[in-house]
């Protein structure tokens, strides 16, 4: 098989992956030595496909052959798939050749499973070993961590990766259970637990050797089970709070060819995966729990955001005055982002807030007005009904073409 | 108006504006000529760089200046006006004028946003062709058509890339070559820069265009978000611009019913037979543990 043929195949079989950040890497730089690569905590995107996703590093598999058979996944055993196998010195010429024309800032590296997980570990990092070592690179490495291989080979990984990765897969054991039979959420969580062990000990002393200075990502499926957002959100913060995990990656389950009965043959959820990096986000830099923004069983709506969903639901917080609010409240008004929030709080130093200073900073203002108060303004719609307001300001949902 | 002409480099606006502020004359009776622009009708005799009454420098923040150095990488026909215009207000005691929320502050921040994205779209989108071993100059070349003059400022992150490798970047207006130890800009472009930077005898493309098809999930085909985030003015100068169309309209025309790259869709599968009775072995002859 030529170098080509195998690349499309296993970039084909990789893709399902939903991360390709190349960022919170330490600084590295390459500058008057030899070798190549540099990361400076910055991702940068290279290229974008028309799907709209990224494309910031090679993703790719090692090799596509695998002796599982995850009902999800387009390379389980049972796949009729074409199937194909890098040498670790294929994967290196590929980085280091895309690496030089600026295609990509480093690799993200993931396997099926042969042999054995721990042979399969030891694949995965002898190329970023060779990568690192021989080829002197500085770039960014992500590696894609095989739950039940030996924590050595974990730590050993984490001397080599910037970002080492388990796939939780979905959201419940039950649904593992069911759709992954081979895999078991005793022993991802056991690799996580590594991982974070790993971090915490380079952490805690100076001249300990790095580890996965990027810290750890996990990939959830969404919408091939039943689970509903709710449980997606509560598994998620639990992620986040037991293994410091950077991001919580949500990847709407994708339609795989010869589709096994057990999972759905439909078009990706898009729109509600949307919605739940949005929650994330609001988990992550917004100091909101998921109690709030679900207050039992059930999925987010999708005719409007989170943010806003929380604060039609909690008008006794609104309307906010914006001269007056704590930065953290005003970063809950549905329209206003931390970032505002910080601006607005800086510019009430100088002066009093008025209405037409939330234009000038690009504040979604339909959606803030009902919320807010100013110098000059006051919400004629405060005492309107939250339904009414949400009929004004629902998202209609736009059809996918073709589906 | 008085004119206030310079080279047109943010350096010599500087010295001509630390003048004008010296002397106290406020923004809206300064014309500025930069470097090829020509005065107004209406307006007076230049004033001279040197201040004639010698009144105590202004305090400007250190900040203030990086932001306006940063922000007067904005193309814009009268690009220092506003710039005077903020120096005048910070100078007489109104912050007010350096932040966003501000009515000058918010066209500084927009300028300031516009050439970091420039920048970054610098360092994202732009392509290296590797040239033939035994050619003569630099081993990787670039066409880049940014839309700000950050070139200058932006690139030297390919040197911190590309260790000791020697690269060139040429762009319509000027170009950069980092020789291994040294980064030479000049401005205007030598014509021998652009015309390596846009022949570059360059096979080895194949390869990455493979990927980019193959890494591209048809059922999730998205083409507002594409654009947004690849602006349709940078397609032309990539390798993988001219594959978009067709990969959105393969897509559109049936390919978007899974995920698979047709490329793939193509090839003959090959199932594993997994009995676990013997250790785990291929269908057929292949050995799943040879590199093939």
Known sequence: MQLIEKLTVLADAAKYDASCASSGAPNRSSKGKSGIGSTNGMGICHSFTPDGRCVALLKILLTNFCLYDCQYCVNRRSSDVPRARFTPEEVVTLTLDFYKRNCISGLFLSSGIIRSADYTMEQLIRVAKLLREEHEFRGYIHLKTIPDADPLLIAEAGRYADRLSVNIELPTESSLIRLAPEKKVLTIKQAMHSI???????????????????????????????????????????LYGDYRLRRVYYSAFSPIPQSPNTVPFEAPPLLREHRLYQADFLLRGYGFAVGELLSGPGNLALDIDPKLAWALNNREHFPVDLNRAEPSMIARVPGIGVLSAKRLVALRRQKRIRFEDLTRLRCALEKAKPFIVTQDYRPLQASRESLLLRQQLSETPAQMALW | ???????????????????????????????????????????????????????????????????LQSAARFRIEDRWSLLYRILWRVAQGD?????????????????????????????????FHPRPENAEGPQLVAWHEPAHDILASASGHFAERLGRSTWLIATPDDGVYWDGQRLHYQRPCPSEWQRLAQTPEDKGEALW??????TFNPARLNRSALETSLPVRFWKNLPEGPLIPRLMSQARAGAQRDGQAEAVARQGGKRIRHTHAQPPGVSGNVDPDLPR
């Open chain 1, 196 to 238: 974070h062990q790993g971090e915490s000990e380079a952490r805690a002393e100076k001249r300990a050797p790095r580890f996965a200075p990027a810290g750890q990502s996990t990939q959830m499926i969404i919408g091939a089970d039943a689970t509903d957002d709710s449980t997606i959100l509560h598994t998620a913060a639990s």
């Open chain 2, 1 to 67: 108006m008085r004119r206030a002409p310079f080279d047109g480099s943010f350096a010599g606006w500087r010295e001509v504006a630390r003048s004008l502020l010296q002397q106290g004359v406020p923004p809206h009776q300064v014309t500025w000529l930069g470097d090829g622009d020509s005065g107004g009708l209406f307006d007076q005799t230049p004033i001279s760089p040197t201040p004639a009454a010698t009144t105590p420098a202004p305090r400007i923040p250190k900040q203030l200046l990086e932001l």
């Open chain 2, 95 to 127: 912050r007010a004028a350096m932040l966003p929320g501000d009515i000058d502050g918010s066209q500084l921040h927009k300028r300031l946003k516009a050439v970091r994205r420039e920048a970054h779209h610098l360092h994202a989108f732009l392509r």
């Open chain 2, 209 to 214: 265009l493979a990927y980019y098809g193959s």
